[in-house]
């Protein structure tokens, strides 16, 4: 699959440890008021972004890897709580991959090597050990709040430790995981046995949009994290949202970055699926 399955694997990966007006840069507020958890958790619920369709008509997308980088254009497609696909193409427009997320199942075409993969969702739990929803990719991408560690929204069952930062509002976790059969071989790769990880997740809010500005999620034994950015909020279609959405997984000095900056965005535009799989493609197993 190579780049264009990177892509999709990486952003799998990422989930399971997401007519324009002239888009206007926002001050950031540097002044932090105090507030409780109660009164936050209210706050990121109330300013959550409302649309019923987001069309990303042009998106350039940036991938690092310790190999190297490559830079490819794209358009994301969403319809709420219904499907999300997303189309990249090479810089002079020779089709890269397709991919078609719906509610219960998961369509990736690689154009360039006429390859194709169809699954469920429970595929990546039975292959990987990795829990992956489509509610999950839908919030990461529509910088809805999360939590990493199961990516469930807001729930007053959670609870966190508040902490007030120059940068925004941090809501924090330490808990003990157990490890999945996956991880559990990188361990022994690396002549460790541990069944459990001690993880700590961190949620930046920002202090005015009361949206993520980061999650992320390490372990605190060892060198190995994941994390989501979102940069610079912008008026997209008079709705405030994060210009760059940047994705980072680092084992050890091994580092992956996803990067999706958006052009143009239009929200509540009428969209439906257009994706195809040519009979002469090869299915991937």
Not at 47 to 58: G, I, R
Not at 78 to 92: E, G
Not at 136 to 159: H, M, P, R, S, Y
Not at 164 to 186: C, D, P
């Amino acid at each position: 699959m190579r780049l264009g399955g990177h892509i999709f694997l990486l952003i799998i990966v990422v989930v399971s440890i997401v007519s324009c007006r002239s888009a206007k840069q926002i001050a950031v507020k540097k002044n932090i008021p105090s507030i409780t958890e109660g009164r936050l958790l209210k706050n990121i619920e109330n300013n959550e972004l409302e649309y019923s369709t987001l069309f990303a008509k042009k998106m350039d997308i940036s991938y690092k890897d310790g190999k190297g980088s490559n830079s490819l254009k794209a358009s994301l497609k969403i319809k709420r709580d219904s499907f999300i696909q997303a189309n990249v193409t090479a810089p002079l427009g020779i089709g890269v991959a397709r991919i078609l997320l719906t509610k219960d199942s998961i369509k990736f075409v690689d154009t360039y090597h006429k390859k194709f993969f169809v699954a469920d969702y429970d595929y990546f739990y039975d292959k990987f050990d990795v829990r992956v929803s489509f509610d999950c990719v839908e919030k990461i991408i529509t910088n809805a709040f999360f939590d990493f560690q199961d990516c469930a929204g807001l729930g007053k069952e959670k609870k966190y430790k508040l902490d007030k930062t120059e940068l925004g509002y941090e809501l924090s976790t330490v808990e003990e995981r157990a490890i999945n059969r996956k991880i559990k071989k990188f361990y022994k790769k690396k002549r460790k046995n541990k069944d459990f990880m001690l993880v700590l997740q961190r949620i930046l809010i920002d202090p005015e949009y009361f949206r993520p500005v980061k999650v992320s999620v390490e372990d605190l034994d060892e060198d190995m994290s994941v994390s989501v950015n979102y940069g610079a909020f912008k008026q997209f279609s008079e709705k405030n949202f994060p210009e760059k959405i940047v994705f980072q997984l680092a084992v050890g000095n091994n580092k992956t970055s996803l990067e999706l900056k958006f052009l143009k965005i239009d929200f509540d535009v009428p969209l439906e699926p257009n994706f195809k799989i040519s009979p002469k493609f090869k299915r991937i197993e």
